[in-house]
């Protein structure tokens, strides 16, 4: 029943239904359920249109668990592989910016897949700086925007832009090598 209700609701997305005429009724309708099954699975509109684009995002990655590095390079290959998802779905990249234009949806969206990413990404820092891999000094919030902006930005701001397959380790190597603790201090003048 769960996979006719986001079905349902894509249909009506792929249909051209802006996300703020979808209704539950509506999708109930399109689904051929009762209202009422939707509300025991979803609070709201907001948690089900989640759903729906979790449903047609890859699936979260396993961690190697081996090196900061490789666990890095799995996290930003998941964005990658999310951007590539949403360059070939057009459908995919208008509902993402309707939802932006909608506080509600931005807000379950960010609480309910955002957030725990974000979560994950950063105790991968943590453990990293735990383990010696980075400098214990380093701020690892700023830390984390700094590692993921590069695919952020290529995969939101630049739709069109390379998205190849070498991408997330060059990214972390490139971050990485400015990073690792070293030996001695560097020779100042």
Known sequence: MERAIIEGTMRLLEEGVPLAEVSIERIARTAGVG????????????????????????????????SLRDDLVVLLDSFRRRGVANQSSALLRTVHAQMKSSPRIWAAYDKLVIAPRRRKAVEVLRRGQENGELRADLDLELLHDVVVGPMLMRVVLRPEADLSEDLAARVVDLVLDGLRPVSSPPSRP
């Open 35 to 66: 209202k009422a099954a939707i509300y025991r699975r979803w609070s709201g509109k907001e948690e089900l249109f989640v759903d729906v684009l979790r449903a047609y995002e890859p699936e979260e990655p396993e961690l190697p668990g081996t």
